[in-house]
T-cell receptor, first 114, second 116 residues
Framework: KQEVTQIPAALSVPEGENLVLNCSFT??????LQWFRQDPGKGLTSLLL?????REQTSGRLNASLDKSSGRSTLYIAASQPGDSATYLC?????????????FGQGTELSVKP | GAVVSQHPSWVICKSGTSVKIECRSL??????MFWYRQFPKQSLMLMAT?????????EQGVEKDKFLINHASLTLSTLTVTSAHPEDSSFYIC????????????FGQGTRLTVV
């Protein structure tokens, strides 16, 4: 059974810092991995999608990497801003499930202080 | 990205009544829709997967008679919480995707249900 873990559970940094959020998964047989952002009381916004054949994806100040063999992904946020404060969730689609359901980690709650 | 609209964004209902939540894909045909439940400070828990025109597949422990899911068209899925109780109060989020298992999933803005 696929399990997804995110470390740390919470992170507080001063504005301007570069930071890394970690995600690990137990079964490397995945279709893809997605990183999401969730603001309090809101739905999820998709940030980056990495297919299993890819190593990384970039969007603006965000860079996500995927090492499928070791079951790890990182989300790198450059020059953090207070507006980046949110909960970041990673999720994988395991290949054993043909329905394409996402298995989520518990999230990392990020706070960027001005 | 594609847009998924969820309605209502919040609802308060009395114990024993039923509540319907709608999830619409606005600019694509959603062959598969997912319903999640989220408790405060916790991650998303998948409740069920639905494919257009088929019965929903429920996750273990989710009562299919309590959480009725209908996916009658390629752009609309509904979740009905029947005979709601205070313990059903939660944040419900839908997700939709088009095509095969490895395509990107898009999420609605969520519905905050409070049962009093």
């Amino acid at each position: 059974k696929q399990e997804v873990t995110q470390i740390p559970a919470a992170l507080s940094v001063p504005e301007g810092e570069n930071l890394v959020l970690n995600c690990s998964f137990t079964d490397s047989a995945i279709y893809n991995l997605q990183w999401f952002r969730q603001d309090p009381g809101k739905g999820l916004t998709s940030l980056l999608l990495i297919q299993s054949s890819q190593r990384e994806q970039t969007s603006g100040r965000l860079n996500a990497s995927l090492d499928k063999s070791s079951g790890r992904s990182t989300l790198y946020i450059a020059a953090s801003q207070p507006g980046d404060s949110a909960t970041y969730l990673c999720a994988v689609i395991p290949q054993y499930n043909q329905g394409g359901k996402l298995i989520f980690g518990q999230g990392t709650e990020l706070s960027v202080k001005p | 990205g594609a847009v998924v609209s969820q309605h209502p964004s919040w609802v308060i209902c009395k114990s024993g009544t039923s509540v319907k939540i709608e999830c619409r894909s606005l600019d694509f045909q959603a062959t598969t829709m997912f319903w999640y439940r989220q408790f405060p400070k916790q991650s998303l828990m998948l409740m069920a997967t639905s494919n257009e025109g088929s019965k929903a597949t429920y996750e273990q422990g989710v009562e299919k008679d309590k959480f009725l899911i209908n996916h009658a068209s390629l752009t609309l899925s509904t979740l009905t919480v029947t005979s709601a109780h205070p313990e059903d109060s939660s944040f419900y989020i839908c997700s939709a995707k088009q095509g095969s298992a490895n395509t990107e999933a898009f999420f609605g803005q969520g519905t905050r249900l409070t049962v009093v």
